[in-house]
């Protein structure tokens, strides 16, 4: 076997059309990473690559391992389902480097107006996964509920103070890496409730500094463990109780909407670096129709729009 036989040997991609559309999927995935209340698998999700996913992670196994102590090489390269998973995180990677300021910037300037794209999209791919689910059981519709409890839960959490010890660090890469490929649970939420959001994220704009770098690793190292030990659980639970799973993702999702809200009352700010960061606050209901209330309402409406024309496309993709 050859090196190129055995890049193709496994499921990808098969051309650099379709690589760069899976890497766009990947930008937009690394895109809602970075912002605390938007999951990565929620977009993986909107854009029919969950379970792709999912399969392509377990890929990474005991036998591909093997492979590699036996230097057989190209026998690891032909296991591991490569193309997708390189097409796939360059285009994470790129967003979560060049998209991370940008987000924080929007974040910051106008958040009612990202907030309530982002309202519009997952309220979209709500619709758009209940409608993979067929006719809803008893069993399916408890599932659902206690998605949607634990979501409740998990978002109304407030941030904590927590140790900056590298064993610390390491667990924190491996829950918020559960979180990223969960939909409706953001992994960047979840290291601002365990503390460590601005913590990471501050390593990042310097990270060839010796201490950051260490960091950067152990974070890393935990999120593979993470990633490769949940991906699976994630795959067992589609393959053998399927309907149960989708319901229980659709109800973190629903979970979730309240945190995503575009309109908000501070309660509570928090001071970093000379500016003031909202960590907790409660949802209301815009006081008047304005200017800004009519171009929020706006973005959820192109949001909504926009899952609907993916999941359609995709939709005729898989007929044809």
Same mark, same amino acid.
């Given at each position: 076997?050859?090196?190129?036989?055995?890049?193709?040997?496994?499921?990808?991609?098969?051309?650099?059309?379709?690589?760069?559309?899976?890497?766009?999927?990947?930008?937009c995935? %690394?895109?809602?990473?970075?912002?605390? %209340?938007?999951?990565?698998?929620?977009?993986?999700?909107? #854009?029919? $690559?969950?379970?792709?996913?999912?399969?392509?992670?377990?890929?990474?196994?005991?036998?591909?391992?093997?492979?590699?102590?036996?230097?057989?090489?190209?026998?690891?390269?032909?296991?591991?389902?490569v193309?997708?998973?390189?097409?796939?995180?360059? %285009?994470?990677?790129?967003?979560?480097?060049?998209?991370?300021?940008?987000?924080?910037y929007?974040?910051h300037?106008?958040?009612?107006? #990202?907030w309530?794209?982002?309202?519009?999209?997952?309220?979209?791919?709500?619709?758009?996964?209940? /409608?993979?689910?067929?006719?809803?059981?008893? /069993?399916?519709?408890?599932?659902?509920?206690?998605?949607?409890?634990?979501?409740?839960?998990?978002?109304?959490?407030?941030?904590?103070?927590?140790?900056?010890?590298?064993?610390?660090?390491?667990?924190?890469?491996?829950?918020?890496?559960?979180?990223? $490929?969960?939909?409706?649970?953001?992994?960047?939420?979840?290291?601002?409730?365990?503390?460590?959001?601005?913590?990471? #994220?501050?390593?990042?704009?310097?990270?060839?500094?010796?201490?950051?770098?260490?960091?950067?690793?152990?974070?890393?190292?935990?999120?593979?463990i993470?990633?490769?030990?949940?991906?699976?659980?994630?795959?067992?639970?589609?393959?053998?109780f399927?309907?149960?799973?989708? *319901?229980?993702?659709? %109800?973190?999702?629903?979970?979730?909407?309240?945190?995503?809200?575009?309109?908000?009352? $501070?309660?509570?700010?928090?001071?970093?670096?000379?500016?003031?960061?909202?960590?907790?606050?409660?949802?209301?209901?815009?006081?008047?129709?304005? #200017?800004?209330?009519?171009? *929020?309402?706006?973005?959820v409406?192109?949001?909504?729009?926009?899952?609907l024309?993916?999941? /359609?496309?995709? /939709?005729?993709?898989?007929?044809?």
């Amino acid at each position: 076997m050859t090196w190129k036989e055995a890049f193709f040997a496994s499921p990808g991609p098969a051309s650099l059309k379709k690589a760069s559309v899976l890497s766009l999927k990947g930008l937009c995935m %690394g895109s809602a990473d970075v912002i605390p %209340g938007v999951s990565g698998g929620t977009i993986a999700l909107i #854009t029919g $690559i969950y379970e792709e996913l999912l399969l392509a992670l377990k890929s990474i196994d005991a036998t591909w391992v093997k492979k590699i102590l036996n230097l057989d090489l190209r026998g690891a390269l032909a296991h591991v389902h490569v193309r997708f998973l390189l097409s796939l995180f360059v %285009g994470i990677g790129i967003a979560i480097i060049s998209l991370a300021q940008l987000m924080n910037y929007l974040l910051h300037h106008y958040p009612v107006f #990202t907030w309530s794209f982002f309202f519009g999209l997952i309220a979209a791919s709500i619709l758009v996964v209940s /409608r993979q689910m067929g006719n809803w059981t008893g /069993r399916a519709g408890i599932s659902f509920v206690a998605g949607t409890v634990v979501a409740a839960f998990i978002v109304n959490l407030i941030p904590v103070a927590t140790p900056d010890a590298l064993w610390f660090i390491f667990l924190c890469g491996v829950i918020a890496i559960c979180a990223m $490929i969960l939909p409706g649970i953001s992994g960047a939420f979840i290291l601002l409730i365990l503390g460590k959001y601005e913590f990471i #994220t501050a390593t990042l704009k310097n990270p060839f500094l010796p201490q950051h770098l260490v960091i950067i690793i152990v974070f890393c190292l935990g999120c593979l463990i993470g990633l490769l030990s949940f991906s699976r659980l994630l795959n067992y639970l589609l393959k053998n109780f399927h309907q149960l799973t989708m *319901a229980f993702l659709t %109800g973190l999702m629903v979970g979730s909407m309240p945190k995503i809200w575009p309109w908000k009352e $501070i309660l509570e700010t928090k001071m970093n670096r000379g500016k003031a960061h909202v960590i907790w606050g409660s949802n209301i209901m815009p006081e008047t129709i304005n #200017t800004e209330v009519l171009i *929020a309402l706006g973005l959820v409406i192109i949001g909504f729009i926009i899952v609907l024309i993916i999941e /359609r496309l995709a /939709r005729g993709k898989k007929v044809n």
